[in-house]
């Protein structure tokens, strides 16, 4: 047996084609390549409305990182060159990539230390709204500013008059303007985890959706807070989603949206108030900070009276469906938090108390009853399953806190909340599992490696809620 730390840091081994997938080798035939360079580092940017300067972490000096857009089916090569003080990574979330271009640290990759460049390449199998950021300390890197939009183009996308990405985050200032940072505190992991002060859309405060009378806008919604869910909803305006987590689902017209943590949603928005009106976007939920931003109707003549009739429903992607009548069951079970039952974990390998847990080792989340410590102190996988298998997993929350679960390289089919079966058994990549609740996905593993499965709550990933599942 070899450690996969010696793995990984034997030269070479991230560049082995011997695990490569039939859709991998094929895709590397395909011709059409998009190259991107991003270089994380520190930056100090203005904030509309913000005395003074706001110290941030940015890839290429911008707040999101550019967004990145290709075409499904392009192949995208990414130069990292890290010009942090510190390491990290990037993962591509939701993008179904080979295992060792995750972005992991000790799992799928060495961390890409300061002044340090790193490769990635993948082909973008499905399109959809995505983001990327790092997977390195990501309970302070992400929140102070490395994040940014991926999408992948449809081959017939539907018909819109514009097509805009809101990437929602939040920060937290002082008096100055200036982050605090007050990162990884015990208190914030066994809670809710570090919320910000202020809300921002694309980097700045108040989010503008200037339209057009009669406009037909795709709106993709992107939650890259560290700890904040988001509930949106639209004064004077129905939003109709075509997509969760940038997988197509049946269209359907929602008041409020449930936006936790890493999820996504792509919505359509028909503008048929009067130019000149404005209308607020509301965050409903309960710890919210109020107005997310606006829709502003500038002046002039209507583009139509009448919205557009064209189809909603996506093309979608090709993913493996899953066939529940030979799917294997299995069971995640999850415990801890300040609030609720005390629990008994293992650290270690051996067994301990949720006092021992967070004193001693700043853990406060269990998963089956191990807490799992930042990435190089990983455990054994979690869950082992079989190249191809098709899987059911019931996730059994303990705790009294709502968990947005993330599973990396593959997306799942959710079938049911506490026994309930979904409208829409929609795919997602992220699932917002609700306190004391039970979820039921399914999917097919079939992607052969080493995948993160974690609370994108990212202070709750730091404080155990992490681990993996072993595919091969
Ligand atoms: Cu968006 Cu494992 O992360
Ligand atoms: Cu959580």
């Known amino acids: 047996m070899f450690s996969r730390r010696e793995f990984l840091k034997s030269a070479g081994a991230l560049a082995t084609g011997a695990t490569l997938p039939a859709w991998a080798a094929a895709a590397s035939r395909s011709t059409a390549t998009k190259s991107y360079a991003l270089r994380p580092a520190e930056v100090e940017l203005a904030l509309a409305g913000v005395a003074g300067k706001t110290n941030f972490w940015a890839f290429n000096g911008t707040v999101p990182g550019q967004t990145m857009r290709i075409r499904r089916g392009e192949r995208v090569q990414i130069q990292v060159d890290n010009g942090l003080g510190v390491d990290t990574t ?33 082909v973008a199998r499905d399109s959809g709204t995505f983001w990327y950021h790092p997977h390195q300390s990501s309970f302070e890197q992400v929140p102070r500013g490395l994040y940014g939009a991926l999408i992948v183009e449809e081959d017939k996308p539907i018909t819109v008059d514009r097509d805009e990405v809101w990437m929602l985050a939040d920060i937290k200032l002082d008096e100055e303007g200036r982050q605090v940072e007050d990162f990884g505190r015990i208190l914030d992991f066994g809670n809710e985890g570090r919320l910000g002060n202020h809300v921002l859309v694309n ?25 904040r869910v988001f509930k949106p909803a639209i004064a004077g305006h129905s939003m109709t989603v ?40 509301v965050d409903r939920h309960r710890r919210s900070l109020g107005e997310i931003g606006r829709i502003v109707y500038q002046d002039g003549k209507a583009v139509r009276n009448k919205p557009l009739k064209s189809s909603l429903l996506l093309p979608g992607n090709r993913l493996p469906e899953p066939n529940i009548d030979m799917a294997t069951d299995h069971y995640i079970v999850f415990q801890g938090g300040m609030r609720g039952a005390p629990i008994i974990g293992t650290i270690d390998g051996k067994p301990g108390k949720i006092q021992e847990l967070m004193e001693k080792h700043g853990l406060t989340w269990t998963m089956n009853f191990s807490a799992q410590h930042e990435h190089a102190l990983m455990h054994e996988p979690l869950l082992h399953f079989r190249k191809g298998e ?41 699932v917002l599992m609700p306190p004391r609740s039970s979820v039921e996905v399914a999917f097919v593993a079939d992607n052969p490696g080493e995948w993160m499965y974690h609370c994108h709550i990212l202070d709750h990933a730091a404080g155990g809620m992490m681990g993996t599942f072993l595919v091969e």
């Not at 939701?94 to 890409?112: E, H």
Request: glycine fraction near 8%; charge should be neutral.
């Open 90 to 122: 990037i993962h591509w979330h939701g993008v179904r990539v080979p295992n060792a271009m995750d972005g992991v640290p000790q799992v799928t990759q060495a961390p890409i230390k300061p002044n340090i460049h790193f490769d990635y390449e993948w």
């Open 203 to 227: 980097g700045q405060p108040g989010g503008r959706l200037t339209v057009r009378s009669g406009e037909r806008i795709r709106l993709r919604l992107i939650n890259a807070a560290s700890a």
């Open 242 to 281: 075509i997509a969760y987590d940038g997988q197509a689902v049946e269209p359907h017209a929602v008041e409020v949206l449930d936006l936790g943590p890493g999820m996504r949603a792509d919505i359509v928005i028909d503008c048929m108030h009067a130019a000149g009106t404005t209308f607020a976007i």
């Open 390 to 430: 098709h899987v059911r997993l019931h996730m059994i929350n303990e705790t009294e806190y709502t968990h947005p679960m993330h599973l990396h390289g593959h997306f799942f089919r959710v079938l049911a909340v506490d026994g309930k079966a979904t409208r829409f058994r929609e795919w997602r990549d992220t």
